[in-house]
C-alpha cells in the first residue's frame, strides 16, 4: 500500500513545486515591470491549477498595472494636446479593463482623464476654428466650411464656428449671385440671392440686391389660347370634344403656371379677361389668331403673352398631343420662344388619357417659363 501510495506524493510535491517556479518566475517579471508576460504566466498558472489564490492575486495585479501604464499614455497625449492620440489610447485601455471585467477582474479607472480630455478638445477645437477662419480669409470656402464643422462635431455649442460655416458655404453663392447681377442675369441672380438670403436673413446687403433683381427680373405674363382651325382630332366624338380641348388645355397651363410658385412671374387672370378676349375674338372673326396676341396681352395689361395652339390630338389610337408654344413680347411683338411640346402614350398611365395627355402638355408648357429671363440678351 505505502508503494502505491508514493507516486502520488511524488507527483504532487512536483506539482507543487513546478506551481512555486512560475509563481516565483511571474513575480520576477512583475518586479522588473514587465507586466504583460507576468499576467501570461499568472494566467496560465491559475488555469492549471484552478486555485491558486497567489496566481489569481498576480492577475489582478499586473492587469491593473497594465492598465495604469495605458492610462499614463491617455493622460500624456491629452497633455500635449494630441486629441486623436489620446482617444485611441483611451480605447485600447478600456477595451482592455472590459475585457478583464469579463473574467471577473475589476480594475480602477482615473476619473481625472475626462478633464485632461475636455481641455484637449477645446484646444483642438480652437485650432480647427483658426484653420478653418485663415481658410475663409484666402478664399478656400469648402476647407473652411469643413474646419469649421469639425470645430462643430467636437465642441457643438461653437456658435462662432456655426456662423464661420454658414459664411464659408453662403459666400461662394453670394459671389456668384453678384457675378450674374453684374451680366444683367437678373433671374439667375435672384435664385441666388434668394438661397442666401433664406439661409443668413440678416444679410443686408443681400436682401437690397435681391430686391433688385427681382424688379429687373419680374414680369406679368397671360396665356391666350390659339384655335387650330385644323387640328388634327381624332376622337370617338369629335363634335363634342373639338371645342372643349383649348379650353381645358388653358385651364391646366394656368394652374401649373401658378403650381411654379415662382416669385418672378404674375399671371395676369383677371376678372374682365374673358371680356377682353371676347373682343379680341369678335375682331379675328370668331377666332384668335397669333397675329392678335400682342394686342390681347396688352388689354390684359400684361408684358408677355404665352400662347398654345394645339396641333394634334389623338386619345384613341396613338394617345399623343402636339402643342405648339410661344412667348410673345406684348409691347414689340417680339417672340422670345417657340417650340412644340409633345407627350407620348408611352409617358401616360392607364385610365381616361384625355385627361392625362393634357395636364402633362400644360405642365411642360409652363416649365418653359421656369428659366426665362426677360432681360437676357
Not at 260 to 269: A, E, F, G, K, Q
Not at 296 to 323: N, S
Not at 347 to 370: F, H, M, N, V
Request: include cysteine; proline fraction near 2%.
Amino acid at each position: 500500500m505505502r508503494l502505491l501510495l508514493f507516486p502520488v506524493l511524488l507527483t504532487a510535491l512536483t506539482a507543487c513545486v513546478s506551481t512555486r517556479k512560475q509563481i516565483e518566475r511571474a513575480a520576477t517579471y512583475e518586479r522588473e515591470a514587465m507586466h504583460q508576460e507576468a499576467y501570461a504566466i499568472y494566467a496560465d498558472t491559475y488555469t492549471r491549477k484552478h486555485k491558486s489564490v497567489e496566481a489569481h492575486a498576480g492577475m489582478q495585479r499586473t492587469a491593473q498595472a497594465l492598465l495604469d501604464r495605458m492610462i499614463d499614455r491617455v493622460s500624456a497625449a491629452y497633455l500635449l494636446h494630441d486629441l486623436a492620440t489620446g482617444d485611441q489610447e483611451r480605447r485600447r485601455a478600456m477595451d482592455h479593463k472590459d475585457a478583464m471585467a469579463r473574467k471577473g477582474f475589476e480594475l480602477q479607472w482615473d476619473p481625472s482623464l475626462d478633464g485632461k480630455r475636455a481641455e484637449a478638445v477645446s484646444y483642438e477645437a480652437d485650432r480647427l476654428f483658426a484653420s478653418a477662419e485663415s481658410a475663409f480669409r484666402e478664399d478656400r470656402f469648402s476647407e473652411a466650411e469643413e474646419r469649421a464643422m469639425q470645430c462643430i462635431r467636437l465642441a457643438p455649442n461653437r456658435r462662432d464656428a456655426e456662423h464661420l460655416a454658414k459664411l464659408a458655404r453662403l459666400e461662394p453663392v453670394y459671389r456668384e449671385a453678384v457675378r450674374a447681377q453684374e451680366l444683367g442675369l437678373w433671374r439667375e441672380a435672384f435664385r441666388k440671392f434668394d438661397q442666401v438670403s433664406k439661409q443668413d436673413p440678416a444679410h443686408k446687403d443681400c436682401m437690397i440686391r435681391l430686391n433688385a433683381c427681382k424688379e429687373k427680373a419680374a414680369y406679368s405674363v397671360a396665356y391666350v389660347p390659339l384655335v387650330n382651325r385644323s387640328l388634327m382630332l381624332v376622337n370617338l366624338d369629335k363634335q363634342t370634344i373639338s371645342g372643349q380641348l383649348d379650353a381645358q388645355f388653358a385651364a391646366n397651363v394656368k394652374a401649373e403656371l401658378l403650381e411654379l410658385r415662382d416669385p418672378l412671374i404674375m399671371l395676369v387672370d383677371r376678372d374682365n379677361t374673358d371680356q377682353l378676349l371676347a373682343e379680341q375674338q369678335r375682331q379675328m372673326s370668331g377666332v384668335y389668331d397669333d397675329r392678335y396676341v400682342a394686342e390681347a396681352g396688352k388689354l390684359m395689361g400684361a408684358r408677355f403673352v404665352l400662347t398654345g395652339k394645339i396641333l394634334r390630338y389623338d386619345d384613341v389610337l396613338r394617345k399623343e398631343i402636339e402643342v405648339q408654344v410661344q412667348l410673345i413680347d406684348a409691347e414689340s411683338g417680339r417672340v422670345h420662344m417657340a417650340e412644340i411640346v409633345r407627350v407620348h402614350k408611352q409617358e401616360i398611365a392607364r385610365g381616361a388619357p384625355r385627361a392625362q395627355l393634357l395636364e402633362r402638355a400644360a405642365k411642360r408648357t409652363a416649365l418653359r417659363l421656369a428659366d426665362f429671363d426677360p432681360a437676357a440678351r
